[in-house]
């Protein structure tokens, strides 16, 4: 449930968009504090219903633990109870995931993102236990994530199907890009409706919308959530060509992932370039170069809405 007072609930935060927030950063490495509140208020005004903070585009696994207590502060801060927060933690194993399980509860996030543990190969079995260790550890709902891309372990639907008799568990983002493990997870409704399934592999956005899917958890979401709103709220309303039309928008706006060689110091770049930070990624990589930065700026004032496109020129 919400805390006392916020004028939200989860079905309606988990049917819209989730945006991973990024975690900006000063040169001397501490987080830009008036950048994270700027860029949380866009991500609000855009239409977002809810901020995940510390996931792979907010660089959880990265950061320091002081770091990744100062983007839970802040982000609590500046959500004020007007959307949830929703705190990853994405450790290698239980013991240093609970560790951080215990600050972000401590420090007022609404729920946990939890995937699974990684570095060293694990299975399902060891999957349902790090989840029931974390519901053990902190009384807060906890939203699973699935991405195999970075912890090697696809957790199956079956998994799935079994954590979601725990009603403390809300759902399940799939940044997997396979659509029939979407569609597998999208099957655990049957058996309890209120579990919420959201896309995390943008190009994959308009098929899992039609397909059923619940909500959205883009990384160009920091940019422009309205265009993930919008493409949603077409498909429930069977505008295909409105949701084909948004589609190619997000593809073509996804180029500029590959514009400063580093997904994140791309995707960094173009938010430094709408006024929010310095476009600083954790080490060991780098920011974008001043030629990178211009290619990227050309991307967003090619793609995004015209609103956003007029504020990347001022920048």
């Known amino acids: 449930m919400p805390k006392k007072g916020h004028h939200w609930t989860w079905d309606a935060v988990l049917t819209g968009i989730v945006p991973p927030v990024i ?84 420090a007022g996030a609404d729920a946990l993102v939890a995937g699974s543990p990684y570095y060293n190969d694990v299975g399902d079995d060891a999957h349902v236990r790090h989840i029931e260790a974390i519901l053990n550890a902190s009384p807060l709902p906890i939203l699973l994530y699935n991405i195999p891309q970075s912890t090697h372990h696809n957790i199956q639907p079956s998994t799935v199907a079994k954590l979601s008799a725990e009603l403390r568990i809300l759902g399940i983002k799939d940044s997997s890009g396979n659509l029939a493990h979407f569609q597998a997870l999208l099957r655990i409704k049957e058996q309890r409706p209120d579990f919420r399934v959201l896309q995390g592999a943008e190009f994959a956005m308009a098929a899992s919308a039609l397909l059923g ?103």
């Open 23 to 106: 975690s900006p950063l000063t040169d001397a490495g501490r987080v830009d504090v008036p950048a994270l509140e700027g860029l949380s208020n866009h991500i609000l005004a855009e239409g977002a219903t809810g901020l995940f903070i510390l996931g792979g585009c907010g660089e959880g696994a990265w950061l320091t633990s002081g770091q990744r207590l100062d983007v839970v502060k802040h982000s609590v801060k500046v959500a004020a109870g007007r959307a949830p927060v929703l705190a990853g933690v994405m450790l290698p194993a239980t013991g240093p995931t609970l560790d951080e399980v215990r600050r972000a509860t401590d």
């Open 213 to 315: 899917g619940d909500g959205a958890v883009p990384g160009m979401g920091n940019l422009t959530a309205g265009t993930f709103k919008d493409l949603f709220e077409a498909a429930r309303r069977s505008d295909l060509a409105t949701v084909r039309a948004l589609q190619k928008q997000i593809n073509d706006l996804a180029g500029l992932h590959s514009l400063a060689g580093h997904w994140l110091a791309s995707l960094k770049g173009a938010i430094s370039l709408l006024g929010y930070g310095a476009g600083i990624p954790s080490q060991p990589l780098v920011p974008a170069t001043s030629a990178q930065r211009e290619a990227i700026r050309k991307c967003l004032e090619s793609n995004l809405p015209a609103h956003l496109a007029k504020r990347v020129a001022h920048h």
